[in-house]
């Protein structure tokens, strides 16, 4: 191979030296002509080359005429019920604007910077060109582009980000056939549609709405001269980013719209003084994480990605904006209450801080350009350094801060025992029995930012889930939706998709078809024990404390929770009714084929069985649960709408007869907790075996709310962590907010229900001086007729010494 180049060298050196001897013979004439010729030969091969050239990429050039009907990625919106923006879903974060509604400062200024003789040019500016190779040749680097707007169409719409030649001969040939089919304004508003403006968002509207919290229409001249030279470097040129590298820019554009006299050196002035006002950088609008999700799945499975992520569906949903945010504040402080009254976990790590300097980037997320008022704000939860330890404090390090625990941050942390009631720990008084120095530990900040040191307290990611779901139960809409603790972490919706025992929240579910078997709140039933034989081993179940209490009424089955009771009553009344009954009233999952079901042995979701209830709330009518009310497409037209579905599944007097019962659960029952809402309301706990699930479902004045908490692994959640202990009261401190908003009403009883004395204990009638005397509720007809014999029943049990247990 050297052989062979090495001959062709020897070769082409002698022709050209002949060559050179023969024009040395010339006159000038022939010289002249000869040249004039060569120049003539070289125009003609270099046309001949780029026809050639021009030839070969018009072949696989894509066809401009399709940006004519160009449909963009446009984001899909969630909206709450009042339409306000809940959630976003996008490829490119994009809001169209027409060229008529885009202001034409921001068109000047995006011209001025980027292509000064836009409406001149005829996609090519040669001379714009040059001017920059000139400029980028003195300056020693790229400083300045010669891309026309035209140019940069072509490469957003149609090419690759390769630079290569061959992309750059395309891009030259499709500027010109753009230019050939489409108005300048058309090819503007492609641009100002099309182009990146940085951090996700594609074209000026929501460029304006990412960093003025604005549409572009409303911005000042500074806020368009900032947006018109992000482009050339979004990611440069990002206030976010580089505040002073973007007023610089923005400066460039202001003198270059005022040498093109698109504004006035007044303006010009007032503009290059105007203070850089942001929005705060946000993630992706989703305030409802959780929900948002819920809707996504749902879409993506009846529309395809397609259109879910392309063709900027508009959502419509239930969600009660103030709702949903009681819910999530709620749910998230409901967690962390029964995480730390579980116990302390202890520290995280430990590290030699004498030899090693805590690595601040890796511990706690980068500050992103927050302040350190912004980064310390209150509640938000940081890990620290223990840097020394008393028995009255914790002093720790904070992303080179100071801060200090004091005991009432500390107090609370008992040691983890998941065999022990947390309540029968004593608040903790010396601090150095917690950490040691060199522990790295979890704190939460407790005030403002700006004191030394940080006023902190002690804390700990809780290892609890819980779930919250809110329903309108006179229209089956889905009011507020939290599906666990924290989205990033699990996205697992734990209202929807979670399989959990209910255990006896549901009871109310085999009373109601009693009810409608004949029996009443007053029927008796011997609680006492039971065995049933098995294929592998006998069953014998028991009451919450394993104690037996003779002969009970349902009421104070229900009220107490007794799990005897409800099971005889499941076996009178027979399994296969009862799991008719409870299909019809909204149970969807799967139900075991035995008697255990009774006690709530078989999973169920938060969501269907919250439904449940609103049956019960509304007087025997199931409005099927709907969370989307309508669908739009981008132009406004409606592809779905939610049409509600209500049945009668229960005689309103059987519903009106568990109602009552439920408002004893809720007045003097395992339920009292939430009785501090100090409204009507009925309800019913519920906790499994080892306190491995705790549920509250309760309704009142129109809204039905079911809450659960437990653990994902199906662990305990902790010892005597009972419905009304680990989920009523977040149930309360929810409703709390939500009352509000409600117009409060009673439980009206129907025409055929009638209200008799009783004896609470044996369900007869009795008289007026009878100390365990009330008004019970019967369908008309079903009342007793005999009179008790006071003497001959035991005195009623007394209430659990814990309110809040079972």
Known sequence: MLARISSLAESAFRLGAELYGWLSTRTPMQLALITLSAVAAFFVFAAALIFLVVKFYEQDLPDVMTMKNYQPSLVTTIYYRHDKVAAEFYVEKRMMKKYEDIPELMKKATIAIEDDKFFSHGGIDFMGILRAALVNLREGGVVQGGSTITQQVAKVMFLSRERTFARKIKEFLLSLEIEGNFEKEEILEIYLNQIYYGHGCYGVEAAAHLYFDKGVDKLSV????????????????????????????????????????????ETAERALGEQLRLTALRKTP????????????????????????????????????????????????????DDRRIGY??????????????????????KKGMTDAEYFAVDRRLKAVVKSVTPEAINVEVNDHRGVIAKAGFAWAHRFDLKVDGRSFEPVKD?????????????????????????????????????I??????????????????????????????????????????????????????????????MFEGMEKDWKPGNFKNEFYGPTTIRTAVTESRNIVTIKVLQKIGLGYAMEYARNLGIRSKLENNLSIALGSSGVTLMELTSVYS??????????????????????????????ISAVVMPEDTAF???????GVVEEGTGTAVRALGVPTAGKTGTTNEYIDAWFIGYTSGVVTGVWIGRDQDQPIGRNETGGRAAAPIWLDYMKGVIKDLQIRPFVPPKNIVFTRVNKISGELTMPDDPDS?????????????????????????????????
């Open 222 to 265: 500074a806020e368009l001269a900032m947006l018109a030279g992000l482009p050339k470097s979004p990611n440069g040129y990002s206030p976010f980013n580089n505040p002073k590298a973007a007023v610089h820019r923005r400066n460039l554009v202001i003198n270059r719209m005022l040498g093109s006299g698109y504004i006035t050196r």
């Open 286 to 337: 989703n305030d409802v994480p959780y929900f948002a999700e819920h809707v996504r799945r749902y879409l993506y499975n009846k529309y395809g990605s397609g259109r879910l992520y392309r063709e900027g569906l508009k959502v419509y949903t239930t969600l009660d904006t103030s709702w949903q945010k009681q819910a999530q504040r709620t749910i998230m402080a409901g967690i962390e209450n």
């Open 345 to 366: 976990r202890g520290a995280l790590g430990w590290i030699d801080v004498k030899k090693t300097a805590p690595d601040w980037e890796e511990l706690n997320p980068p």
């Open 431 to 467: 601090a150095s029995k917690l950490v040691k120095p060199g522990n790295i530990i979890e704190v939460k900040v407790l005030e403002k930012f700006g004191g030394d040191p940080v006023r902190l307290a002690l804390d700990q990611t809780p290892t609890l889930q819980g779930a």
């Open 469 to 530: 779901v809110s329903l309108d139960y006179t229209t089956g809409e889905i009011r507020a939706m939290v599906g666990g603790y924290d989205f990033e972490k699990s996205s697992f919706n734990r209202a929807v998709q979670s399989l959990r025992q209910p255990g006896s929240a549901f009871k109310p579910i085999i009373y109601s078809a009693a009810m409608d078997k004949g029996f009443t709140p007053a029927t008796i039933v011997i609680d006492s024990p039971v």
């Open 615 to 644: 049956v019960l709330a509304n007087g025997g009518v199931r409005n099927e649960p709907y969370f989307i009310r309508r669908v739009e497409d981008h132009a406004g037209h409606v592809i779905e709408k939610t049409e509600p």
């Open 657 to 663: 007869l568990m109602n009552n019962v439920m408002q």
């Open 774 to 806: 009330f008004f019970e509720a019967f369908r008309e007809g079903t009342e007793p007729k005999e009179y008790a014999t006071i003497s001959a029943h035991p005195k009623a049990p007394a209430p659990p010494s814990d309110p809040m247990a079972h």
